[in-house]
């Protein structure tokens, strides 16, 4: 049962321009957030995190969101650059730490 | 580059064959972890060591044998596998296993299996 959900397989934003991914979960348990960014024959190497006691954590150009209420939480890239295309993955984990729960990921283009 | 170096980076081996997988960090972090990633699907947690003791195995069968020498390193080894068992298998670490996010798991570049 998928409890981390990428509902948009793939997002096209021109370079420059805003890029917004969006991940939803179900388990009210979750209180810690991160994301990952995926290249073909790489690992994920993780980006920013958040934890569930914030709304808003920033790193440069990558700012995460988090609506507890809404159990949503979205990635921002701002501005958005070709080499900012990958897979990004969403992950949550509970108070037990070690189980990342992973969504399906939403590959990025952006495009010059 | 990523500071989890895992070997080999691909490795094709029949159903029959014993082979093992290698992950190292030498981050001085105390946890280790090994996911197994499907085509088009998220990782999928296999296996959690903490201060190299296993502590967490998430039903994997008993075909995949982890092993944890030292707190730098991490084998999987593998034998009698079958063809579903093709996909690959990632590496991580985080510097201990009692909070999710503010330590997070850093990931090596997989290892590509085939199963033939």
């Known amino acids: 049962d998928q409890q981390v959900k990428q509902n948009s397989p793939s997002l096209s934003v021109q370079e420059g321009r805003i890029s917004i991914l969006n991940c939803d979960y179900t388990?009210?348990?979750?209180?810690?957030f991160l994301w990952y960014k995926k290249y073909p024959a790489e690992g994920p190497t993780f980006l920013i995190s958040?934890?569930?006691?914030?709304d808003k954590n920033e790193d440069g150009r990558f700012t995460v969101f988090l609506n507890k209420s809404a159990k949503h939480l979205s990635l921002h890239i701002v501005p958005s650059q070709p080499g900012d295309s990958a897979v990004y993955f969403c992950a949550a984990s509970d108070d037990s730490g070690y189980a990342l729960n992973f969504g399906k990921g939403t590959s990025l283009l952006v495009t010059p | 580059d990523t500071e989890v170096t895992q070997t080999p980076k691909h490795l094709v081996m029949g159903m029959t064959n014993k082979k093992s997988l290698k992950c190292e960090q030498h981050m001085g972090h105390r946890a280790m972890y090994w996911y197994k990633q499907k085509a088009k699907k998220p990782p999928e947690l296999m296996f959690v060591?903490?201060?190299?003791?296993?502590?967490i195995n998430e039903s994997v069968p008993s075909r995949f044998s982890p092993e944890c020498p030292n707190s730098s390193l991490l084998n999987l080894h593998l034998h009698a596998l079958q063809p579903e068992d093709s996909a690959l298998y990632l590496c991580a670490s985080s510097r201990r296993t009692d909070r999710g996010g503010d330590q997070p798991q850093h990931f090596g570049d997989g290892t590509r299996l085939s199963i033939l």
């Open positions: 388990n009210s348990m979750f209180d810690y």
């Open positions: 958040i934890s569930s006691i914030k």
């Open positions: 060591y903490s201060y190299e003791k296993l502590s």
